[in-house]
């Protein structure tokens, strides 16, 4: 029976739980499914990496390996942003942990000036999607390869816009020189980003590579697609 003064005791006789335990309770399932999640986007990626191995076409080889690294980056994204309790997430401490992925996973030399700017965990992870991108192509393109060359990522708010730029100190942008490939699957992500977070990308050379990443901070999480689809001739 329900007690008069214990509106919470409901159903406690008959096994029911008081509702701050089911809340709990329900916090601890989805720390649970973002801890399964994540592993299985890793456990993903390794099944790719084995395939490549059996794999004798150095394109295909390198198109698996290379999904294999997104995949990756992914899971690990998820698993900070499933440690962070509320739904807005501090780019300063995100982007500063994103550096040390990009460093572990390309051997670039990162370092990230952020300011603690708060925005909604999509966005974050959009954001992040778009670094990660850059930094493979900056690993595959900027530099002789070996070579442990800088990415420099920075981050400030500009009004009401947020201003991310992501650069190297590499070979730069010339069209004799390697760089971003306008067909190529990284940009098309980077530029699918872009659209989906009603931003502006800007490349330039700047003693290297440098992309301008500006968008809109919302004041509310913003409602985008997951797709990366191209844009109908209708947007």
């Known amino acids: 029976m329900t007690d008069p003064a214990r509106p919470d005791s409901a159903n406690d006789d008959l096994g029911g739980k008081p509702r701050n335990g089911r809340t709990a309770a329900t916090a601890d399932e989805r720390r649970e499914l973002d801890h399964r999640l994540a592993n299985s986007l890793q456990l993903a990626a390794d099944f790719l990496i084995f395939a490549q191995l059996r794999v004798r076409d150095a394109e295909a080889r390198t198109v698996l390996i290379e ?5 990756s980056a992914v899971g690990q994204m998820h698993r900070f942003l499933s440690l962070r309790r509320g739904p807005e997430v501090d780019l300063a401490a995100f982007l500063a942990e994103l550096g040390g992925l990009i460093g572990e996973s390309t051997g670039l030399v990162c370092d990230v000036h952020a300011e603690p700017v708060e925005v909604p965990g999509e966005m974050a992870q959009q ?3 778009a670094v990660n991108e850059l930094a493979m192509n900056a690993a595959k393109h900027a530099y002789p390869w070996g070579e442990r060359g800088p990415l420099h990522i920075a981050c400030r708010r500009s009004g009401e816009r947020l201003r991310l730029i992501v650069a190297d100190e590499g070979r730069g ?3 004799t020189l390697a760089g971003p490939r306008p067909g ?3 940009m098309a992500i980077v530029q699918a980003v872009v659209r989906q977070l009603n931003g502006h990308l800007e490349a ?4 290297g590579a440098c992309f301008t990443l500006t968008v809109p901070l919302p004041t509310a999480a913003p409602r985008t697609s997951r797709s ?5 001739d209708h947007d």
């Open 67 to 71: 999904t294999a690294e997104r995949l």
């Open 127 to 129: 954001l992040a999607i």
């Open 173 to 175: 942008l010339g069209e």
């Open 184 to 186: 190529g699957l990284g």
């Open 204 to 207: 330039t050379n700047a003693d």
């Open 228 to 232: 990366f689809a191209p844009p109908s």
